[in-house]
């Protein structure tokens, strides 16, 4: 048995060092897949060392499981997608802030929390994809003007359910106000070919069979469609290029609230944002980086040059609720 004072020794010992070792391994709980961050974190791991132990899972349950392991928390960083699924995060007090003039020099302040709780780290546009046998590029112009009549029959659509199509819909409350929104639609919904898809590559698909003429997609998902059929006969269109630009939307990445090992999450995060991280969320996930001073890759750059929307991303999230309402008023299912 040790004596009193040796004991204390030890434990003190104990106390230094295990922060020290902690620190060598970082938690992400992630919505992502993960052939989509492997080659991320892995990279960081032979940077600097530190083990990056990350568990994926849908969104929902994930911030639930943080939410229920309070102060017991083994997560340092959530990372999910869309501004939508951030903000709600946030909301839920799982998230804490931090500062970073690291972040802020590499992130547009568009793409980031206003409360310093999470920020992206790749974006994506929610453009229109478009069939090339059937439709010519100057027939298309806006989001908008798909609720016209010359679009009935031809329009495809994901279902509302998706946090994509919420966070659209967010943005056109924000820029047109309800009713006018709610309108755009009932003018979608009226214009279906077919009933709504459950993902972005069964409406690609839908268009390139010949079901629909036009639709509304995440640009990576075309990108992974195309790579696997390089003859598709669809092609992206980038709506609203007189007017307010683009819908973009985002990956991104918060510390939790108890977070275990903060300081190594926050030099995690911060890496995240430099060139060298962002180019290979470039060449690997098909997305633009968030941080301007990267080029996407040569896929990505071929699909042509783009205004984005310039309104903070955290309005997806601030009108969620009521794009949902707008969406199941409109029959959205």
């Given at each position: 048995?040790?004596?009193?004072?040796?004991?204390?020794?030890?434990?003190?010992?104990?106390?230094?060092?295990?922060?020290?070792?902690?620190?060598?391994?970082?938690?992400?709980?992630?919505?992502?897949?993960?052939?989509?961050?492997?080659?991320?974190?892995?990279?960081?791991?032979?940077?600097?060392?530190?083990?990056?132990?990350?568990?994926?899972?849908?969104?929902?349950?994930?911030?639930?499981?943080?939410?229920?392991?309070?102060?017991?928390?083994?997560?340092?960083?959530?990372?999910?997608?869309?501004?939508?699924?951030?903000?709600?995060?946030?909301q839920?007090?799982?998230?804490?802030?931090?500062?970073?003039?690291?972040?802020?020099?590499?992130?547009?302040?568009?793409?980031?929390?206003?409360?310093?709780?999470?920020?992206?780290?790749?974006?994506?546009?929610?453009?229109?994809?478009?069939?090339?046998?059937?439709?010519?590029?100057?027939?298309?112009?806006?989001?908008?003007a798909?609720?016209?009549?010359?679009?009935?029959?031809?329009?495809?659509?994901?279902?509302?359910k998706?946090?994509?199509?919420?966070?659209?819909?967010?943005?056109?409350?924000?820029?047109?106000?309800?009713?006018?929104?709610?309108?755009?639609?009932k003018?979608?919904?009226?214009?279906?070919?077919?009933?709504?898809f459950?993902?972005?590559?069964?409406?690609?698909?839908?268009i390139?069979?010949?079901?629909?003429?036009?639709?509304?997609?995440?640009?990576?998902?075309?990108?992974?469609?195309?790579?696997q059929?390089?003859?598709?006969?669809?092609?992206?269109?980038?709506?609203?290029?007189?007017?307010?630009?683009?819908?973009?939307?985002?990956?991104?990445?918060?510390?939790?609230?108890?977070?275990?090992?903060?300081?190594?999450?926050?030099?995690?995060?911060?890496?995240?944002?430099?060139p060298?991280?962002?180019?290979?969320?470039?060449?690997?996930?098909?997305e633009f980086?968030?941080?301007?001073?990267?080029?996407?890759?040569?896929?990505?750059?071929?699909?042509?040059?783009?205004?984005?929307?310039?309104?903070?991303?955290?309005?997806?999230?601030?009108?969620?609720?009521?794009?949902?309402?707008?969406?199941?008023?409109?029959?959205?299912?």
């Amino acid at each position: 048995m040790l004596a009193p004072k040796r004991l204390l020794t030890a434990l003190a010992f104990f106390l230094m060092a295990g922060p020290a070792h902690a620190a060598d391994e970082v938690v992400v709980y992630s919505s992502r897949i993960d052939e989509l961050i492997k080659p991320v974190f892995d990279a960081y791991t032979e940077k600097t060392g530190v083990k990056i132990r990350f568990i994926t899972d849908k969104e929902a349950p994930l911030m639930q499981r943080i939410k229920a392991e309070g102060e017991n928390a083994s997560a340092d960083l959530l990372l999910t997608v869309d501004a939508g699924n951030l903000w709600q995060a946030e909301q839920m007090g799982i998230l804490q802030p931090f500062t970073s003039k690291l972040i802020d020099a590499n992130i547009p302040l568009q793409y980031r929390s206003s409360g310093h709780q999470w920020t992206g780290l790749s974006l994506r546009a929610r453009t229109l994809a478009y069939s090339t046998e059937r439709v010519k590029a100057s027939d298309l112009s806006t989001y908008e003007a798909l609720a016209d009549k010359q679009w009935e029959g031809r329009l495809c659509l994901r279902t509302a359910k998706k946090v994509y199509n919420q966070s659209l819909t967010a943005t056109l409350i924000e820029v047109h106000g309800a009713e006018k929104t709610e309108q755009i639609l009932k003018g979608w919904v009226g214009n279906l070919s077919t009933d709504v898809f459950s993902d972005d590559i069964a409406v690609l698909e839908a268009i390139n069979a010949g079901q629909c003429d036009v639709g509304i997609v995440n640009t990576y998902y075309y990108g992974r469609l195309h790579k696997q059929k390089p003859n598709l006969a669809v092609k992206l269109f980038w709506p609203n290029q007189g007017d307010r630009g683009v819908h973009v939307n985002l990956s991104g990445i918060g510390l939790t609230r108890y977070a275990p090992h903060p300081e190594a999450a926050k030099a995690l995060v911060e890496w995240l944002t430099t060139p060298e991280a962002q180019r290979i969320f470039a060449d690997v996930n098909q997305e633009f980086p968030a941080n301007p001073a990267v080029a996407p890759s040569a896929e990505v750059a071929s699909w042509g040059r783009f205004a984005p929307d310039t309104l903070p991303v955290e309005i997806a999230g601030k009108r969620q609720a009521e794009a949902i309402r707008l969406m199941d008023r409109a029959g959205w299912n």
